[in-house]
């Protein structure tokens, strides 16, 4: 197999060279960011034809990595030919080379929740002009696909997504003194500092529930969330007739990476039904899995993590809500991480964000303006309100 990925030096980018490394796959092309050490490395590992940097660092990364090709553009490095492109940016700068890539009918992974969540209608007729196809690799979307092969979504009653809890799902009560580093100390998964913060206070589920109502093409009031501190489940589907099918597995991303690179060449075209799937060989030992210990779910309580009742909000909104949503947050975890506002104060940001957004009809541009406006209005508020909030 021959693969594309973006995002190289992050959490998934180096779980999925784990995968690639494990499997024999040829890495054809990396994008990455400012972390050239690790990329060099990834380089020298690889071999690939081509590699993207942010454009600030192009000078030194053109000094540094010899018999390379290396460019600022990870729109281009998504176009090119692979079986697979795999897209673990972080943020919205992952919706243009999504966007890209599917125009270029290239088999997308995807692990930008972001592009999916901002612009999910654009990205589907992205894909049906290029004749591109999608799978997610996130563990619990992996898991809805998995559960749905072979089923109708016609026949879907719910779709149910598990979370975690994050590390303060059993206290402390008061949440306004937490710091950055125990907001970042996530109890089962090893994960990137922005998703890892969204743990923690419910908002990367939120993402994640407007991503599977854009994925699957089911309304949002049939996407649920409970909290599944174990993280064993990490997906469930409840059909009309009452019965239910369940995703479980090890907390290991590289199971949903490796299940990812099998299925994005038969993925989907449209929102709906996946396919059926032939699987490459065992990941990393995990045939030998026990299945042992006790399992329970909860309800979320949306008064301590209100940042997941947000999201609801903001999909119930529809246009850019979700885009204003995702900008505030980027802006409030980064204040967060940097000691400039307090952990309450990351949902109150999106809630005020969410009250000032002016409606307006999705479309590439009307993204861009509004995650612009999101930013500059955010950092506003945090710098009037700091770390009082």
């Known amino acids: 197999m021959r693969l594309t990925l ?66 600022a553009d990870p729109s281009e490095i998504a176009s090119l030919p692979a079986d697979v492109t795999v897209n673990a940016m972080s943020g919205l700068l992952g919706l243009a080379p999504t966007r890209a890539a599917l125009e270029a009918g290239r088999n997308v992974a995807l692990a930008t929740k972001e592009a999916m969540v901002t612009a999910g209608g654009l990205i589907w007729e992205a894909a049906a002009r290029g004749g591109g196809r999608l799978v997610p690799i996130d563990s619990e979307h992996t898991g809805i696909y998995q559960c749905l092969s072979g089923e109708s979504v016609h026949d879907v009653a719910e779709l149910i997504l598990t979370a975690s809890g994050g590390p303060f799902r059993d206290g402390p009560a008061d949440l306004s003194a937490v710091t950055p580093a125990q907001a970042l100390r996530h109890p089962n998964w090893d994960m990137g500092r922005k998703i890892s913060v969204d743990s923690a206070t419910l908002l990367n589920k939120g993402l994640e529930v407007l991503e599977c109502a854009g994925l699957y093409g089911v309304p949002l009031p049939r996407v649920r969330v409970t909290v599944h501190p174990q993280s064993i489940v990490h997906a469930l589907i409840r059909f009309r007739d009452g019965s239910l099918k369940a995703n479980l597995g090890p907390t290991d991303m590289r199971l949903a990476i490796a299940y990812a690179l099998d299925a994005a060449p038969s993925g989907m075209q449209l929102p709906g039904e996946p396919g059926t799937v032939r699987r490459g060989p065992e990941v990393a030992g995990h045939l030998g899995w026990p299945l042992t210990g006790q399992w329970e779910f909860r309800e979320p309580d949306l008064n301590r993590f209100p940042a997941l009742a947000l999201a609801y909000r903001a999909g119930e909104l529809g246009g850019v809500a979700a885009t204003a949503l995702n900008a505030a947050d980027e802006v409030a975890v980064e204040a967060f991480l940097a000691g400039r506002l307090g952990f309450p104060g990351i949902a109150w940001v999106i809630e ?37 909030i």
């Open 352 to 388: 005020q964000i969410l009250d000032e957004t002016v409606p307006d009809t999705l479309s590439w541009q009307s993204i861009e303006h509004t995650d612009a406006w999101a930013r500059r209005r955010a950092e506003e508020l945090i710098s009037r309100a700091g770390v009082r």
């Open 6 to 71: 973006l995002g190289s030096t992050g959490s998934i980018g180096t779980q999925t060279l784990d995968v690639a490394r494990e499997r024999g796959y040829v890495v054809a092309a990396l994008a990455a960011g400012r972390n050239l050490e690790l990329l060099a490395a990834q380089v020298a590992e690889f071999r690939p034809e081509v590699v993207s940097v942010a454009a600030e660092v192009l000078s030194e990364a053109r000094a540094k990595l010899t018999g390379v090709k290396v460019i």
